[in-house]
């Protein structure tokens, strides 16, 4: 895992920092994640407070229980059955929330590339794109609407697109949220 302090530039969008994360078996649900791919967490919390999410706290299991308020939570997304505390909740970073029309079938669903959203304690705290390293090196360019909440839980800059696009010149994949438009605190 990589940590990666945004500039002063993105002060007015809603994100702090970015998480970067290598999973080269990948991760739970195997059988939908097994395969090896990169995470990238759009933090709208600070670092100390994502690295608070600690299960080795008393409080950890109330907190991950702790649900926002469905209207600051994506249309379409819900949280998968199971515990939160121990199965859903993960150290870090929070309650992983699936896109339930991305059609995520166990034995069924071809993971790609997806986009996830996240909570921890009644705040909608991180955007997640989820791509995988097979996926990256067919260079691809695609462009997704991000789907909104009907409310916000702060007044910033949130993003409307998720993109990604191989730089042929400089040799690299661009991974961006992007299209901002200023929401206010409802």
Do not use: C
């Not at 709208?44 to 706290?57: F, K, L, N, R």
């Not at 955007?127 to 609407?145: G, S, V």
Request: charged share 15%.
């Amino acid at each position: 895992m990589v940590m990666l302090d945004l500039p002063g530039q993105a002060s007015a969008t809603v994100f702090d920092h970015v998480m970067l994360n290598w999973n080269p078996h990948g991760h739970e649900p195997e059988i939908l994640f097994g395969k090896p791919h990169f995470d990238m967490h759009f933090y709208m919390t600070d670092m100390s407070s994502t690295m608070e999410i600690d299960p080795a706290t008393p409080e950890y299991a109330a907190r991950a229980t702790h649900l926002p308020d469905g209207k600051y939570i994506p249309r379409d997304y819900i949280t998968p059955p199971g515990p939160l505390a121990s199965q859903l909740a993960v150290p870090f970073m929070g309650v992983h929330w699936m896109d339930a029309t991305a059609g995520m079938i166990p034995g069924v669903y071809d993971f790609t590339q997806t986009f996830i959203n996240g909570s921890w304690d009644g705040n909608y705290t991180f955007m997640e794109p989820m791509m995988t390293r097979a996926w990256l090196l067919t260079r691809p360019t695609m462009q997704e609407d991000i789907k909104q909440p009907q409310a916000y839980q702060h007044t910033a800059y949130y993003p409307t697109v998720y993109s990604v696009r191989f730089d042929h010149a400089a040799q690299e994949v661009d991974v961006a949220l992007g299209e901002m438009i200023l929401r206010q605190k409802s």
